[in-house]
Each structure stands twice: as structure tokens, then as C-alpha cells.
């Protein structure tokens, strides 16, 4: 069964750093992309970006380039988005998501809620 | 780029049919044959319902259908039932290789 975990709840104040993971199991890891989605509270969905598990090659939605960073450790199928510096406009339910070639989504993560206070 | 336009909500009684569009552009849904389409229950995972426009994974019911008309494209659900109340989301793959979402609609079976 494929699966998509993704790290617990967090909390944090606008300018500290966070990284959350999304860790893959029941497929090869590096046979999907795997994409980030932002929701945002009472809003649709927002794809921030996605990255080529196989080769590290990341591309990102001009709305989210240069705030954060999508990355991968293949050795442990983990996928992980982090910011270096978070805004209070940050707070949002994110996804990790499994592509499945033509931009379809496969399978999602369960979410993980940030809160970040001013 | 703005997300793709979807109803906010639509309605439909039970046997019914419903259709729910999703309007993008000349660069998005116009562009290629890859809309997709989700139905989330609430508290449930988002589940993949059709792809690349008309096709649909195995075990999702024939009486989901997709179909696209230039920058537009649509869900119909034949012979609506109280199970399949739920927010549907569309998407497109873009000529910017970038995906883009719509922005939700809740289908209500009266």
C-alpha cells in the first residue's frame, strides 16, 4: 500500500526556520515526482513546487520561489519543504503529494498544520 | 497565475446529473490534455476521480465522466447519490511545467 507520512503539527513565530518530511513507502521512491500543495485556512489549494525524486531537479511556482525549498533524501524516501524565515501569512495546511506523470496526483499526504505567530 | 475558476457550489437531487466546470486559459487547461479531478469528503484523503482529462482509475465509478471544450473542462457525475456530496477540485498541468489548482467546489445531493 502507498503511503505518504508526513511530519506532526508545528508552531513557530514569524522569522524562525522550519523544515517539515513527507516519508514514502510501498512504491520506488524515485519512479514519482513528488509536489507540495498549500492550503491556507477556508482556501482552495495552492501548488507551491515539486521535485524530480531521482535527480534532486526542482521547479516551483513563481508565487513560492525563493521562500522555500524543496528537497529530498533518497536513501530514506523522504521528501522535505523547509523555509528559512517564516511569515505569519505562512500558516496554511501543507501536502506532500506522489505525481503520477501527467500532473495528476496519485496519492496526498495527510497534511501537516503550521501555525506561525506574529 | 490565478488559480483555475470553478462554481463555488452546485446541487443536484439524487438520480440526477450534475456537471461542474473549470475554466483556465490558453497556457493551462487549453494547452494540453491533462486536467485532473479530486473529490475530498471531509476528513478523508483527496481521492483521484479523473485524469488527463476523460480517463479514470480503476475503481472510480463510470458514472464519473470529464471532457474539455478550449480553456474549459468539466466533471459530470451521472445518477448522483448522497455518497458522492463532497468539495471536488480540479487541475491542470501548465506550459510553464507548473501545475495549477482550481478553487474548490461543493457539491451538495439535495
Known amino acids: 500500500e502507498v503511503q505518504l507520512v508526513q511530519s506532526g503539527a508545528e508552531v513557530k513565530k514569524s522569522g524562525e526556520s522550519l523544515r517539515i518530511s513527507c516519508k514514502a513507502s510501498?512504491?520506488?521512491?524515485?519512479?514519482?515526482?513528488i509536489s507540495w500543495v498549500r492550503q491556507m485556512p477556508g482556501k482552495g489549494l495552492e501548488w507551491m513546487g515539486k521535485i524530480d525524486t531521482s535527480g534532486s531537479y526542482t521547479k516551483y511556482s513563481q508565487s513560492f520561489e525563493g521562500h522555500v525549498t524543496i528537497s529530498v533524501d533518497k536513501s530514506i524516501s523522504t521528501a522535505y519543504l523547509q523555509w528559512s524565515s517564516l511569515k505569519a501569512s505562512d500558516t496554511a495546511i501543507y501536502f506532500c503529494a506522489r505525481e503520477g506523470g501527467t500532473a495528476m496526483v496519485k496519492n496526498w499526504g495527510q497534511g501537516t498544520p503550521v501555525t506561525v505567530s506574529s | 497565475q490565478s488559480a483555475l475558476t470553478q462554481p463555488a457550489s452546485v446541487s443536484g437531487s439524487p438520480g440526477q446529473s450534475t456537471t461542474i466546470s473549470c475554466t483556465g486559459t490558453?497556457?493551462?487547461?487549453?494547452?494540453?490534455?491533462?486536467v485532473s479531478w479530486y473529490q475530498q469528503h471531509p476528513g478523508k484523503a483527496r481521492k483521484l476521480m479523473i485524469f488527463d482529462v476523460t480517463k479514470r482509475p480503476s475503481g472510480v465509478s463510470i458514472r464519473f465522466s470529464g471532457s474539455k471544450s478550449g480553456n474549459t473542462a468539466s466533471l459530470t457525475i451521472a445518477g448522483l447519490q448522497a455518497e458522492d456530496e463532497a468539495y471536488y477540485y480540479c487541475?491542470?498541468?501548465?506550459?510553464?511545467?507548473?501545475?495549477?489548482f482550481g478553487g474548490g467546489t461543493k457539491l451538495t445531493v439535495l
Open positions: 510501498g512504491y520506488r521512491f524515485t519512479d514519482n515526482w
Open positions: 490558453n497556457t493551462d487547461v487549453g494547452y494540453y490534455e491533462y
Open positions: 487541475s491542470s498541468y501548465t506550459r510553464y511545467d507548473t501545475i495549477i
